[in-house]
């Protein structure tokens, strides 16, 4: 069954050898380094650099329709055989947006609301940005319903890194 897993970036070394991801997704701010693990092939690791932000700011990058489609079709060509990482800096807003999207995205028949409380049930602290949810809902045509399930699941538990957890398609 192919899989999205989900993790702060400290932990991507350990989630792709413990989950045996060959994809990997950074939602991650422009410029913050980020090291491939050796088994994720260059081709297959997604770098799309935005700001953790919800309306614009001086010196970031509000997420947009550039980044969601990026993402769209990079989750468009893989083969599904081995799992996807997702992940940001802390593995709570960026990352957790990522993995909803791409799962409304990749399963058009699948209730969003559904999608969203499989994130919190696996997630406490999951709390996923919802500009990138909301930009998402149009472009996939789900006339709201992606912005009404985030809002629905709430904002997660305070932390300083998000707890990962693991999505089935």
């Given at each position: 069954?192919?899989?999205l897993?989900?993790?702060?970036?400290?932990?991507?070394?350990?989630k792709?050898?413990e989950?045996g991801?060959?994809s990997?997704?950074t939602?991650?701010n422009?410029?913050?380094?980020?090291?491939?693990?050796?088994?994720?092939?260059?081709h297959?690791?997604l770098?799309?650099?935005?700001?953790d932000?919800?309306?614009?700011?001086?010196g970031h990058?509000?997420?947009?329709?550039?980044?969601?489609?990026t993402?769209?079709d990079?989750?468009a060509?893989?083969?599904?055989?081995?799992?996807v990482?997702?992940?940001?800096?802390a593995?709570?807003s960026?990352?957790?947006a990522a993995?909803?999207?791409?799962a409304?995205a990749l399963n058009?028949a699948?209730d969003?609301?559904?999608?969203a409380q499989?994130?919190r049930k696996f997630?406490?602290?999951a709390?996923?940005n919802?500009?990138l949810?909301?930009?998402a809902?149009?472009?996939?045509?789900r006339e709201g319903?992606?912005?009404a399930a985030?809002?629905?699941?709430?904002?997660g538990e305070d932390?300083y890194?998000g707890v990962p957890?693991?999505l089935?398609l």
């Open positions: 069954m192919p899989r897993h989900v993790c702060p970036l400290s932990q991507i070394a350990e792709v050898d989950t991801a060959r990997l997704v939602f991650i422009v410029g913050t380094p980020v090291v491939r693990p050796r088994a994720i092939a260059e297959r690791h770098f799309v650099g935005m700001s932000i919800l309306k614009p700011q001086d990058v509000l997420p947009g329709q550039v980044h969601v489609q993402l769209l990079f989750m060509d893989w083969d599904r055989h081995a799992p990482l997702i992940h940001c800096y593995g709570v960026r990352s957790t993995a909803f999207i791409s409304c058009p699948r969003e609301h559904d999608i499989t994130i997630s406490p602290t709390t996923p919802a500009k949810v909301e930009v809902d149009a472009m996939l045509k319903r992606m912005i985030i809002a629905a699941i709430g904002r932390c890194e957890f693991t089935d």
